[in-house]
Each structure stands twice: as structure tokens, then as C-alpha cells.
């Protein structure tokens, strides 16, 4: 089983709609969370971190399932600049060289 | 602050050529990360840095080597070109807080073995 798992898709959603990604871990241990977005051809870039009490940027909603070992990333309102991977991110408190990155979900936004 | 800066770009290769790629990071990170993504495919981690002086390897490491001699520099060097080193190469750094980590990457070097 991969430490971090996600759908590849691609994903292709009109302007407007809601869509939502799944991503699930398998170190319990895990204590940080992000997700992360990187365009074509372009590096990773921070999107936002992941909280137990779920945390809200703009149009973008994430939670944490400690529980079942999954976090989740909502894109209400989709626009066509949302089209890219997203990238789960799943680091232990302590160890910096333990970030793993999850191979990342395709997202097209079409008009 | 210009963050982290790759060079070059981009480069063609012939089997058996070596090269190195630059990376540096003008944010004072006592972290430093390099990975390959192939296309299509996610990021696979070559070597890491934890400080100056210190180094380690990471999931793909073989046919690459690296250096730390300052907190500011970690190239990446590589000895015997071949076409399955044919990949987008970025190099990052981080800082630890209590919230975890973050890391900068920067813009990506595209290499070409032929």
C-alpha cells in the first residue's frame, strides 16, 4: 500500500461546479497535512494545510479524517484557473526528509 | 527575496555525458530537497539535505550525487547521463514549525538524455 494514495483522474468539471478530492494515508503517526497545487510544466506551490477542525480559504475547504486516515480538499465554484494536479502532502511532525507527496489529482475546468 | 533558483532551465545530454544542476535558496532553510517527476508521474525524492555539510539519499538515488557546503547551495550532480535520467528535476528547501513543514520549490530544470 502507497504511504499516500489519491484518485489520478482527471477530473473534468464545468465553470461553476462543486468538486471534491479524496486522499488517504497510511502512517497513523502522520501529524501534518497539506494540500499543495502545481500547474503544467510549473513546480508545487502551497495551497493549504490541513487541520483536525477542517479550515476554509476563499473557495477552497479541506478536512482531516484522523480517524479513518483520509483528508479531503472542496473547490466550490470551480473557475477555468483552478485546472491543475493537486497534490496531497503528508508529513510527521519531526522529520522533514518524511514529507511524501502523493502522485497528485487532475483537474480540468472547462467553460 | 528571490526564494529558490534552479539552472539552467533546460539541457540536452548525451548518454554518458555528466552535468551538474544548481539550486540555491536565499531564505536562511537548514532544509533542502532534490526530486525528479517524470511525466505524468509525481515527485520521487533523489537526495535531501537536513544542514551544511550533511546529506543523505532519498527513494532514487543511484546515478546522481550531491554536496552541501553551505546553507545557501545544493547541486546535484550527475556522472553518467543515461535516457532513463531523461526528467523535470526540482530542488526545494523548508523550515520545521509547529505546524509541520512547508517547501519551496523552485521552477524546475528539464532535462534531456539522448
Known amino acids: 500500500r502507497k504511504e499516500v494514495e489519491q484518485d489520478p483522474g482527471p477530473f473534468n468539471v464545468p465553470e461553476g461546479a462543486t468538486v471534491a478530492f479524496n486522499c488517504t494515508y497510511s502512517n497513523s503517526a502522520s501529524q501534518s497535512f497539506f494540500w499543495y497545487r502545481q500547474d503544467c510544466r510549473k513546480e508545487p506551490k502551497l495551497l493549504m494545510s490541513v487541520y483536525s477542525s477542517g479550515n476554509e480559504d476563499g473557495r477552497f475547504t479541506a478536512q482531516l479524517n484522523r480517524a479513518s486516515q483520509y483528508i479531503s480538499l472542496l473547490i466550490r465554484d470551480s473557475k477555468l484557473s483552478d485546472s491543475a494536479t493537486y497534490l496531497c502532502?503528508?508529513?510527521?511532525?519531526?522529520?522533514?526528509?518524511?514529507?511524501?507527496f502523493g502522485a497528485g489529482t487532475r483537474l480540468f475546468v472547462k467553460a | 527575496n528571490a526564494g529558490v533558483t534552479q539552472t539552467p532551465k533546460f539541457r540536452i545530454l548525451k548518454i554518458g555525458q555528466s552535468m551538474t544542476l544548481q539550486c540555491a535558496q536565499d531564505m536562511n532553510h537548514n532544509y533542502m530537497y532534490w526530486y525528479r517527476q517524470d511525466p505524468g508521474m509525481g515527485l520521487k525524492l533523489i537526495y535531501y539535505?537536513?544542514?551544511?555539510?550533511?546529506?543523505d539519499k532519498g527513494e532514487v538515488p543511484n546515478g546522481y550525487n550531491v554536496s552541501r557546503s553551505t546553507t545557501e547551495d545544493f547541486p546535484l550532480r550527475l556522472e553518467l547521463a543515461a535516457p532513463s535520467q531523461t526528467s523535470v528535476y526540482f530542488c526545494?528547501?523548508?523550515?520545521?514549525?509547529?505546524?509541520?513543514?512547508?517547501?519551496?520549490f523552485g521552477p524546475g530544470t528539464r532535462l534531456l538524455v539522448l
Open positions: 526545494a528547501s523548508s523550515y520545521l514549525t509547529s505546524g509541520g513543514e512547508t517547501q519551496y
Open positions: 539535505s537536513v544542514g551544511a555539510g550533511i546529506t
Open positions: 502532502v503528508v508529513t510527521p511532525y519531526t522529520g522533514g526528509f518524511k514529507t511524501i
